[in-house]
């Protein structure tokens, strides 16, 4: 069983193209965590939500704690956007559960 | 400000070997993680720290060992390398408890052979 849910694995898009990235989760939640990781790189942080929406640059991150999703949209796309997306659920216990990550490529 | 600084970046072993991945933090974190990541597979864990002197277990924890002698410091250990163990590993922190931020390490790729 995965705690933590991505759709879809893998996305290409041409560049200019609006992009979402779907995460959900079956944990109970202190925040919800949107990290970026570029090919043969390290892992960074993009977002820590624990409701609403979320805005950085041309990144959007939004949560339904209702509904147990969140979405991380990417306006504009470029190609430096491509790397693997991943989204993590943190518990109150500073435990994580991370997803298996959204692969995309964005085509110049 | 260096954060998480993983130690070694590359590491080729021959079956049965040991080895040491060292883990350091500069932002005072409590809480201190190793994670192994394999394709097609989310980061999974090894071990983790709440706490300078404490570690407990993770969901993927046979064959490692860990010790957090100092707070700053988190060290990973394969006793007797097996090629189910060639991976890429990262380590992470985050302060206190509650809604943080989890800062990584850049990866160190290990190849058991």
């Known amino acids: 069983k995965n705690e933590v849910e991505q759709s879809p694995q893998n996305l290409t898009a041409q560049e200019g193209e609006f992009i979402t990235i779907n995460c959900s989760y079956s944990v109970g939640i202190s925040a919800l965590h949107w990290l970026q990781q570029h090919p043969g790189g390290g892992i960074v942080s993009l977002f820590m939500?624990?409701?609403g929406k979320k805005k950085h640059g041309r990144l959007i991150a939004t949560i339904n704690i209702q509904e147990k999703h969140s979405s991380l949209h990417i306006t504009a796309s470029h190609p430096r956007d491509s790397a693997v997306y991943i989204c993590?659920?943190?518990?109150?216990?500073?435990?994580?559960?991370f997803g298996t990550g959204t692969s995309l490529t964005v085509i110049p | 400000n260096a954060g998480v600084t993983q130690t070694p970046k590359f590491r080729v072993l021959k079956t049965g070997q040991s080895m040491t991945l060292l883990c350091a933090q500069d932002m005072n974190h409590e809480y201190m993680y190793w994670y192994r990541q394999d394709p097609g597979m989310g980061l999974r864990l090894i071990h983790y720290?709440?706490?300078?002197?404490?570690?407990a277990k993770g969901e993927v924890p046979d064959g490692y060992n860990v010790s957090r002698l100092k707070k700053q410091n988190f060290l990973l250990g394969l006793e007797s390398a097996a090629p189910s163990q060639t991976s890429v590993y990262f380590c992470a922190s985050a302060s206190g408890s509650g809604a943080n931020v989890l800062t990584f390490g850049a990866g160190s790729r290990l190849t058991v052979l």
């Open positions: 720290s709440v706490g300078e002197g404490t570690t």
């Open positions: 993590a659920a943190a518990n109150t216990g500073n435990q994580f559960y």
């Open positions: 939500l624990s409701s």
